[in-house]
C-alpha cells in the first residue's frame, strides 16, 4: 500500500469515532470460517471476497477519499489481485459499529441465499448486532 493510500484511509478512519465492537470482530471470523467449511473456499479466500463484494462498496459509499483510491486500484488490477489487496488494504476496520451491523447483515443474507447455514450463537449474535437481550425474551 503507497503512503497516499495508508493516509487517505487513516483520515477516513479519523472521522468515524466509534468502531466496531469485539463481538462484531468475534462474529464475522467465525462467520468467515463456517462459510469456507460450508463452500470448500479457505476462510481466507471468504474474509477477502466479503471485504471486497461487501465492505468495499459499502465504505465507499460514505468515504469519497476511500472511493477515489478503491477505483484507481480496481481499474488497475485483476480480480485475483484485488483479493490479494483486501490483506492490506484497510477495510472493515475503518467500520463504525453501525457499518460493520450493515456488513454482518449482508454477509448473513448473501449465503444464506447461497444454501450456507450459518451460526447465531445467541449472546454473541444479539451483542454484535447491538441488539439487548431482555430477561424472558
Known amino acids: 500500500m503507497t503512503n497516499a493510500t495508508t493516509y487517505v484511509c487513516s483520515r477516513c478512519h479519523r472521522a468515524e469515532k466509534q468502531d466496531r465492537s469485539e463481538a462484531q470482530n468475534r462474529l464475522s471470523f467465525l462467520w468467515y470460517r463456517v462459510i469456507g467449511e460450508q463452500t470448500g473456499e479457505t476462510e481466507v479466500r471468504i474474509r477477502r471476497e466479503c471485504k471486497l463484494k461487501i465492505g468495499v462498496p459499502l465504505l465507499a459509499e460514505n468515504h469519497s477519499q476511500f472511493k ?9 488490477h485483476s480480480y485475483e489481485v484485488q483479493l ?4 492490506w488494504l484497510p477495510v472493515t476496520s475503518l467500520f463504525t459499529t453501525k457499518q460493520m451491523y450493515v ?17 447465531y450463537p ?16
Open 68 to 76: 477515489y483510491v478503491w477505483e484507481t486500484l480496481e481499474r488497475a
Open 122 to 137: 445467541d449472546d454473541l449474535y444479539q451483542a454484535a448486532m447491538g441488539r439487548v437481550k431482555r430477561n424472558g425474551h
Open 103 to 119: 456488513y454482518l447483515d449482508q454477509m448473513d443474507k448473501t449465503y444464506t441465499m447461497q444454501g450456507v447455514a450459518l451460526p
Open 84 to 87: 490479494e489487496i483486501m490483506d
